[in-house]
Nanobody
Framework: QVQLVESGGGLVQAGGSLRLSCAAS????????MGWFRQAPGKAREFVAA????????AYADSVKGRFIISSDNAKNTVYLQMNSLKSEDTAVYYC?????????????????WGQGTQVTVSS
């Protein structure tokens, strides 16, 4: 059974940084695709970033490219999202998700395991 547990959310001022963590169990990072998604109040859940092939391949939404960095520590089975230069529009609940088939995807429907989410609030 796959379990994903996010941590690291909180309140930060615009321009600041936060690092989210996702501790995974029941899967192997080297063969899975791990993604970060976010959902702001009243909006649909959207793709933020993904990492696969044990960290060798990454992908980002245009809105976070150059500001966010996704990485993984395969020994700890943990995925990270370093968020820099945060903006008020980054305020959302951030979810970690896993695609056990390791596909090149940013589609919500193709991620079969989800964490409970962690709140990120950016004050302007």
């Amino acid at each position: 059974q796959v379990q994903l547990v996010e941590s690291g959310g909180g309140l930060v001022q615009a321009g600041g940084s936060l690092r989210l963590s996702c501790a995974a169990s029941g899967l192997t990072l080297s063969t899975s695709t791990m993604g970060w998604f976010r959902q702001a109040p009243g909006k649909a859940r959207e793709f933020v970033a993904a990492i696969r092939w044990g960290g060798r391949v990454t992908a980002y939404a245009d809105s976070v490219k150059g500001r966010f960095i996704i990485s993984s520590d395969n020994a700890k089975n943990t995925v990270y999202l370093q968020m820099n230069s945060l903006k008020s529009e980054d305020t959302a609940v951030y979810y970690c998700a896993a695609d056990k088939f390791g596909r090149n995807t940013n589609s919500i429907q193709e991620y079969d395991s989800w964490g409970q989410g962690t709140q990120v609030t950016v004050s302007s």
